[in-house]
């Protein structure tokens, strides 16, 4: 018989699946509809290993959902817009346009070597004019509704890519992409009103998302309930937010943050030449420097002092820049004695600490004080508050008496800011908004759009919109008045392209609708799985989007992914992130030339779990290529050498069933690795049962059967070959899933040994359930143990159940 060759198989069968077709959904076949997607990629030249590992256990599962009998609709495209395309495309001098086209190509030629079921036929680029013309239309929508809007302020640049960053793009204050240290400047830019949101995107009940992606996106929302207490000060009344306004009478002194627009007015003359240079040295600081609790606290008195709305005490106002002016009101009341930050800065600069919360039991923190107390205790010092618990179980109490005493308002505050939209590049969705003279700024008319990105443009960064330059393209005429007018020259945010995306493979050539309302059905994604790194921006950005279609009417959905899970990463084999700088990059292409794509596939199903990830193994691939010869031996070859084996027809339908039940399982729960490791060990089973007496058996034929479609989703073109040199019909991957025979898969017999004088020596199956009596007519009946028993005389028997018989002899 011929040997296993990848290469003589898996090319015939891609194109012989492109050619009939067997991977195009069809909405009107049978079945309930799936839809399994995996994040699509940036066409950024070459699938990596990671995009392989990230595709291939999904791609397995969704035709594994299809053999059961699932509708499943398995589509992929590319995120084609944004600064990796331009950025390479400005290195290698070409057209982003051109450049992009040309990778998408090869990309998915690369997706078809791979042996995916994706429907090519749902394909776009969301660099398509078809597309991002309904990322506008969607923006005319968001502003005609007030979710789209202009405003001025401070907001992040980055000073290499040239371009705004939106909050969620800024990490640890520097640029998500390139890393550069995040500078503030003072800009009119578009937003999108996300915040109107952010409560019902804390909600996650109509959503299966890992709980690390929760915390993270909640964490990023950042709510907090408290109240805002108003002080009197000489430059009027400054509102501070606090979440614990149940230290009220603690409060020492106040804070502002450096940039606050009251700290000119409320520094005095004696003051002003200190407090001006600590405003300086505080705006060449980053907001991460800022922000790190550890640091040294810094800060300058204003010579000014704030009314305590109760006591009536004065309090000092400072500038520190642990304070931000971003959050709250950029100001906040001091309470030393139960607040770290504050506690840190009353040690430093010998400010007043004044304790109001104190533990059960303990005799009060006195004048030397040694760090605050942020625990719960009761209140002290605090006049009519006094004796009740500290910390959330009276806010609502305290903050309720303050309100009648018109000092405080109940507050709730969140980090979440509104989507910075609007970007100063150029390979992205023009904004469709155009400045009249007269009529300010209006949207486009959905009948001219797309309005298109003009081409032979000067990209390269300069601080401005490169649309800017392009007076030609500038010039337009005011959707009201038809007197001339302006386009907006920003680009959109890139987000915008993924935030809707899902939608779009239902219909991806309509022309009328973002996507046919008439598809709604198909939606929502019911597995979507990408990489943690998307955990905040894109899922936070596509679940904002779904409530607004909504709110349009557009959707019943409140979500569009009703599972969500993330893959790991692989490493390179030095366990460090694979880059080109460490050499120690795997390229796929070089792997499926070597060992075919199937034992690639296998191969990064096999390697770890699969949400983990881990470091690649150049010699572990030679395990799955090994079994995939020895699977292919096994239908192929007729030589059977080695010693006779014992196993019967119910051994062998027992491994089948089990392996089909626990593939089931693994395949539920996506855990792919020890999928692979099922199918290895049943074909380990399968190689001795040729040399057994189930070999030739209705139960061989079966197990050959079963074997064949359990592995098409793992490794589809030798299932496929091996499907058609079995002659079956059409092709196993639309074949049906087999059923797993329950009474078959659990078994209800057990193999025990049997000790005679000490020693095993036999070993007999009985039923789990055997009485004594019949364990022991078994072992008596057993040749072996016949052997040692014979011409002895037996004192005792000992059946110990379901794990031992021993026989004692003399
Ligand atoms: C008094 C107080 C007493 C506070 C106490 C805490 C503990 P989260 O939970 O993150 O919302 N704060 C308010 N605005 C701030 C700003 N712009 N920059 C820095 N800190 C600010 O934090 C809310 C708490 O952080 C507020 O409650 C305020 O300090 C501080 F025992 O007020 B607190």
Redesign the pocket.
């Given at each position: 018989a011929e040997r296993y060759n990848p290469h003589a198989i898996e090319q015939k069968w891609q194109e012989q699946w492109e050619q009939s077709g067997i991977y195009t959904f069809d909405e009107e076949a049978s079945g309930e509809k799936h839809y399994a997607l995996t994040m699509f990629p940036y066409p950024s030249g070459n699938l990596h290993i990671g995009h392989w590992y990230a595709n291939v256990a999904p791609d397995a599962r969704a035709r594994w959902m299809r053999m059961r009998g699932y509708n499943v609709l398995f589509p992929m495209g590319f995120d084609a817009f944004g600064l990796p395309a331009e950025n390479a495309a400005i290195k290698n001098n070409v057209d982003p346009a051109g450049w992009t086209y040309r990778n998408i190509e090869h990309m998915t030629g690369q997706f078809r070597r791979m042996g995916t079921m994706i429907d090519w036929s749902r394909k776009f680029a969301t660099c398509d004019p078809e597309y991002y013309r309904w990322n506008q239309w969607f923006f005319t929508e968001f502003f005609r509704r007030g979710l789209a809007y202009k405003k001025g302020g401070l907001v992040n640049w980055c000073p290499k890519d040239q371009t705004v960053l939106a909050n969620e793009q800024v990490v640890g204050g520097h640029c998500e992409r390139c890393g550069s240290p995040v500078e503030k400047r003072n800009l009119s830019q578009w937003y999108l009103k996300i915040t109107d949101y952010a409560d019902e995107l804390l909600d996650f009940s109509d959503t299966d998302m890992p709980e690390r992606v929760r915390a993270m996106q909640t964490n990023w929302i950042?709510k907090?309930v408290?109240a805002e207490v108003t002080f009197e000060t000489p430059a009027g009344p400054e509102t501070?937010?606090?979440?614990?306004?149940d230290?009220?009478m603690?409060?020492t002194f106040l804070?502002l943050?450096p940039e606050h627009a009251k700290v000119a007015a409320l520094t005095t003359d004696e003051q002003r030449a200190e407090v001006e240079a600590y405003l300086e040295a505080a705006a060449r600081k980053t907001d991460v420097e800022r922000q790190q609790e550890s640091g040294e606290k810094t800060g300058v008195f204003t010579g000014s002092f704030a009314t305590h709305p109760i006591s009536g005490h004065q309090l000092p106002i400072w500038v520190a820049d642990?304070?931000?002016?971003?959050?709250?009101?950029?100001?906040?009341?001091?309470?030393p004695?139960?607040?770290e930050?504050?506690f840190a800065f009353a040690h430093k600069f010998g400010l007043e600490i004044r304790e109001v919360?104190r533990p059960e039991g303990n005799e009060g923190m006195g004048e030397q004080a040694e760090a605050?107390f942020?625990g719960e205790g009761l209140i002290v010092n605090s006049g009519e508050f006094d004796g009740l618990p500290g910390g959330k179980a009276s806010i609502a109490q305290i903050v309720e008496t303050l309100e009648a005493q018109g000092v405080a308002k109940a507050k709730t505050?969140y980090?979440l800011r509104d989507w910075l939209f609007a970007r100063q590049r150029y390979w992205g969705t023009p904004i469709p908004i155009v400045y009249c003279p007269e009529h300010g700024a209006q949207p486009v008319p959905a009948d001219q759009l797309p309005v298109r990105l003009p081409e032979n443009v000067e990209f390269t960064p300069a601080g401005q919109s490169p649309l800017k330059l392009d007076q030609a393209w500038i010039a337009t005429t005011c959707p009201v008045c038809g007197g001339a007018a302006e386009r907006d020259t920003d680009t959109m945010d890139t987000f915008v392209d993924s935030s809707w995306y899902m939608y779009r493979y239902l219909s991806p050539h309509d022309d009328r609708h973002p996507y046919d309302p008439a598809k709604a059905h198909l939606m929502p994604v019911d597995l979507y799985t990408g990489g943690i790194e998307h955990a905040i921006l894109h899922l936070l950005y596509s679940r904002f989007w779904t409530k607004v279609m909504r709110d349009m009417g557009l959707t019943t959905l409140n979500e569009p992914f009703r599972r969500v899970r993330n893959q790991g990463m692989i490493l390179g084999e030095d366990n460090e992130k694979m880059s080109k700088s460490r050499g120690n990059v795997v390229d796929p292409d070089d792997l499926v030339r070597e060992y075919g794509a199937d034992t690639v596939r296998t191969f990064l199903m096999f390697i770890a779990p699969w949400e983990l990830g881990g470091p690649w193994d150049s010699q572990g691939i030679n395990g799955p290529a090994k079994w995939l010869s020895r699977v292919w031996n096994l239908y192929f070859e007729e030589k059977v050498s080695g010693p006779e084996e014992q196993i019967t027809e119910g051994d062998l339908r027992h491994a089948v069933h089990s392996a089909l039940a626990k593939v089931n399982t693994d395949f539920e729960r996506m855990s792919f690795n020890t999928i692979v490791a099922t199918l290895m060990e049943l074909t380990n089973t399968l190689v001795k049962a040729k040399r057994s007496p189930a070999f030739g058996t209705a139960a061989w034929a079966e197990a050959l059967d079963i074997f064949n479609r359990l592995l098409a989703p793992v490794a589809p073109h030798i299932a496929e070959e091996i499907w058609t040199q079995r002659a079956q019909e059409g092709s196993v991957h639309t074949a049906k899933w087999p059923a797993v025979d329950e009474a078959a898969a659990v078994r209800d017999t057990v193999t025990i040994g049997v000790q005679v004088g000490g020693k095993v020596r036999g070993e007999v199956s009985i039923s789990k359930t055997a009485t004594q009596e019949e364990a022991l007519a078994a072992a008596r009946a057993n040749a072996d143990v016949a052997r040692f028993t014979e011409g002895k005389q037996v004192i005792k028997e000992i059946y110990v159940p379901g794990r031992i018989i021993n026989i004692v002899v003399r």
């Open positions: 950042g907090s408290g501070v937010f606090t979440t614990r306004p230290t009220l603690g409060a804070v943050a642990y304070v931000l002016v971003t959050y709250g009101t950029g100001s906040i009341m001091a309470v004695a139960h607040d930050r504050d919360i605050a942020t505050t980090r």
